[in-house]
C-alpha cells in the first residue's frame, strides 16, 4: 500500500492543524494505521493508531483526534491545542497486523508515508 500524508505547516501555540493521509494499492479497511511523528534529535514515537477502536499516546490525549473514512481510504489526524513541544515530521504507517499491545511498536507498520513537517511556534 501506498500513503501520502498532508496536511503539516506553521501554527502558533494553542492553534490547530489537521492532517490527512491517503492510502492506495490495497484495501484500507484492512490495516491498523497509525500517526508517528519524529522530532529533531529524537526516535520516531507513536502519537496515535485506529483501528476498529483508537490509541493516543498520554501527552496527545484529549488534543489530538485519530479517524479514518475507509470509503474514501483516508486517515485523519486533528490537532488542537497544539504545543511547541508537538514539533515534529508526522508519518502515518499502516500495518497488517497490529493489536492493541504492539500500536506503539514501529516494526509493527510494514508501510509508511512518507512525512509532513508541522512546527508549532511559542
Known amino acids: 500500500v501506498q500513503l501520502q500524508a498532508s496536511g503539516g505547516g506553521l501554527v502558533q501555540a494553542g492553534g490547530s492543524l489537521r492532517l490527512s493521509c491517503a492510502a492506495s494499492?490495497?484495501?484500507?479497511?484492512?490495516?491498523?494505521m497509525g500517526w508517528f511523528r519524529q522530532a529533531p534529535g529524537k526516535e520516531r514515537e507513536f502519537v496515535a493508531g485506529?483501528?476498529?477502536?483508537?490509541y493516543y499516546t498520554d501527552p496527545v490525549k484529549g488534543r489530538f483526534t485519530i479517524g479514518r473514512d475507509n470509503a474514501k481510504n483516508t486517515m485523519y489526524l486533528q490537532m488542537n491545542s497544539l504545543k511547541p513541544e508537538d514539533t515534529a515530521v508526522y508519518y502515518c504507517?499502516?500495518?497488517?497486523?497490529?493489536?492493541?499491545?504492539?500500536?506503539?511498536?514501529?516494526?509493527?507498520?510494514?508501510?509508511w508515508g512518507q512525512g509532513t513537517l508541522v512546527t508549532v511556534s511559542s
Open positions: 485506529i483501528r476498529w477502536s483508537t
Open positions: 494499492g490495497r484495501t484500507f479497511i484492512n490495516f491498523f
Open positions: 504507517a499502516a500495518g497488517d497486523f497490529v493489536n492493541r499491545l504492539g500500536v506503539s511498536n514501529t516494526g509493527n507498520y510494514a508501510y
